[in-house]
């Protein structure tokens, strides 16, 4: 079996042409276009095989939830807790695994701004749809961050700090991150 990675990415689509950006800024070129599906600027979970020169073997592309901050914080805030895996900002991305339940019914996720407040204060929203008891389902999301950054054009450059809050079983869980 080759060495492979896998990774978070945004599928970058120029025409016929396809690339992938990883979070770090490195744009890998597939050896194949074949089989990759997706649409531009759409997050996903891809599993590579490095080559020369930037170029890859893609081994699998999974979409993910791909979103951006929405307002409506705290009309729209939907409680439904979830299992945390993994919360972190990747390139400008808030990046999430998360364990929802899950039997038949959609949920619903959204990363919403509270506008009230003195800081910048967002707030994952996720809704179970009054879905009946089911099993555990892991889910990958991204959320677009650059927003925070153009609202202040001159400061461009520098990190913005955020406060997300997620409610989970135990609770709501408070995470300080920055936007680098």
Do not use: C
């Not at 050896?31 to 590579?48: A, D, T």
């Not at 003195?118 to 809704?127: R, V």
């Not at 959320?143 to 955020?162: A, C, D, G, I, W």
């Amino acid at each position: 079996m080759d060495d492979y990675f896998v990774e978070f990415a945004t599928l970058l689509k120029e025409g016929s042409s396809i690339r992938f950006q990883l979070d770090n800024g490195q744009l890998l070129t597939p050896e194949s276009n074949k089989n990759i599906k997706g649409e531009h600027k759409q997050r996903v979970i891809l599993n590579y095989t490095p080559l020369k020169n930037n170029r890859v073997k893609v081994n699998h592309v999974s979409p993910i939830y791909t979103g951006a901050i929405e307002n409506g914080y705290p009309e729209r805030f939907n409680n439904d807790p979830v299992k945390i895996q993994s919360v972190w900002v990747g390139g400008d991305y808030l990046n999430l695994i998360i364990e929802v339940e899950y039997r038949e019914k959609p949920i619903t996720l959204a990363l919403l701004r509270n506008l009230e407040a003195a800081g910048i204060e967002l707030y994952l929203s996720h809704s179970r749809n009054n879905d009946l008891p089911g099993y555990p389902q892991i889910m990958h999301a991204s959320f677009l961050l650059s927003t925070l950054r153009s609202e202040h054009p001159e400061n461009s450059k520098q990190t913005v700090p955020f406060r997300l809050f997620i409610n989970t079983h135990a609770g709501m869980r408070l995470f300080q991150l920055e936007l680098i």
